[in-house]
């Protein structure tokens, strides 16, 4: 069964830079990296993706290394508001389908 | 970028009955998917809906209990049968085009059984 795995929890504090990573193991080949915040009783929304190297919009980086079995989601300069779950999405091929699978989920809370 | 009409947005149900919620997306497209989040859990992957053939479930769920269809390329229904409290979660539809390599989600059902 393919596991995308992250980190359970984070504590951070305002100003700070965040590092979320997750292991994706078997991304499939041509798939991207997508990563999703989640506010209580709210659905995912997206934050940023990325298929390989470094991508970078208004509100994050993402980092991916050349395996591609692993991604980092940086956060520069937290604040308050960006206490969320945190969420990496990857598409994996397994028994010759194709399913998106979400991580485990990063709870990240973000003091003053 | 697709919309995702996802509903009903929420519903309280009576042990044993059944609910229906429905995925209503303005573009046709080639994947969607069902998940389930129960309360501080991740987001699980119930089944891939398949247009014109049966969905594809994942291990621990079943079309007895999940039965879905796909009629067509922009709808799909997820329902929740002889729902027990255990079944009291959100399910979110999400797509994903091969045009398109973000995945969108409807907004989510959240389901409390009594």
């Known amino acids: 069964l393919a596991k995308t795995t992250q980190p359970i929890s984070m504590d951070s504090y305002e100003g700070q830079e965040v590092n979320i990573t997750c292991s994706h193991n078997?991304?499939?080949?041509?798939?991207?990296i997508t990563w999703y915040q989640q506010f209580p009783s709210q659905g995912p929304r997206f934050i940023i993706q990325?298929?390989?190297t470094k991508v970078t919009n208004e509100v994050a980086s993402l980092f991916i290394p050349a395996d591609r079995k692993s991604s980092t989601l940086s956060l520069p300069r937290v604040s308050l508001s960006d206490t969320a779950v945190y969420y990496c999405l990857v598409g994996v091929v397994l028994d010759s389908s194709y399913k998106l699978i979400f991580g485990s989920g990063t709870r990240l809370l973000v003091r003053p | 970028s697709a919309v995702i009409s996802q509903k009903p947005s929420r519903d309280i149900c009576q042990r044993g009955t059944s609910l229906t919620i429905q995925c209503q997306v303005d573009s046709q497209v080639t994947m969607m998917f069902w998940y389930r989040q129960q309360p501080g859990q991740s987001l699980t992957l119930i089944a891939t809906a398949n247009q014109g053939s049966e969905a594809t479930y994942e291990s621990g769920f079943v079309i007895d209990k999940f039965p879905i269809s796909r009629p067509n390329l922009t709808f799909s229904t997820l329902t929740v049968s002889n729902m027990s409290p255990e079944d009291s979660s959100i399910y979110l539809c999400s797509v994903d085009d091969a045009a398109d390599p973000e995945a969108f989600f409807g907004q989510g059902t959240r389901l409390t059984v009594v």
């Open positions: 990325g298929y390989k």
């Open positions: 078997n991304i499939a080949t041509n798939d991207y």
